[in-house]
């Protein structure tokens, strides 16, 4: 998929090393969709980013995209670790994205959802946190893969 015209924000790509570099960190392979993205933009804003959670029956922004090459903020690999060390995230998953209030979009690399979409909720989170993605009961499922979370992506018209 051409995601180049859907972003209102783009970086430049992130080459074919940067994507080695977070699968080997994170000890899987990143979905098709979603490299597709980060060789045409290292991160970046969609144009449209409305999303909703239907399971909470509520609505956020995809305010970023992150990037392989990003900084504590931006960054892949930095939300991911800074997360994963405090057992606030699922061991075999990637930070693809966050929202204004500092929830995550993540990716599943577990093998029984495999590139799955999930909105990860911060003001929910378990107490013990955990391993697998079954420990988190606040993560809640968004699309089936990358690319049909991009298409699923509403207008909100925040003006």
């Not at 990037?67 to 693809?96: F, H, K, N, W």
């Not at 495999?114 to 606040?138: I, K, M, Q, S, T």
């Amino acid at each position: 998929m051409n995601y180049l015209p859907l972003l209102k924000v783009t970086h430049p790509p992130a080459s074919a090393q940067d994507i080695a570099r977070v699968e080997a960190a994170l000890g899987a392979r990143l979905p098709e969709s979603f490299k597709a993205l980060l060789a045409q933009s290292d991160g970046g804003e969609f144009s449209i980013d409305g999303v909703r959670i239907k399971t909470q029956n509520d609505v956020t922004i995809l305010d970023r995209i992150l990037s392989v090459r990003g900084t504590a903020t931006s960054g892949i690999l930095q939300q991911y670790e800074m997360r994963r060390s405090m057992d606030r995230i699922p061991v075999r998953c990637c930070p693809i994205g966050r929202d204004p209030g500092g929830n995550l979009f993540i990716l599943s690399l577990e093998p029984a959802s495999y590139g799955r979409v999930y909105f990860w909720d911060h003001d929910n989170e378990p107490h013990d946190g955990g391993d697998d993605l079954a420990d988190f009961p606040n993560m809640h499922e968004l699309a089936p893969d990358f690319e049909r979370f991009v298409l699923d992506l509403e207008d909100f018209n925040r003006g």
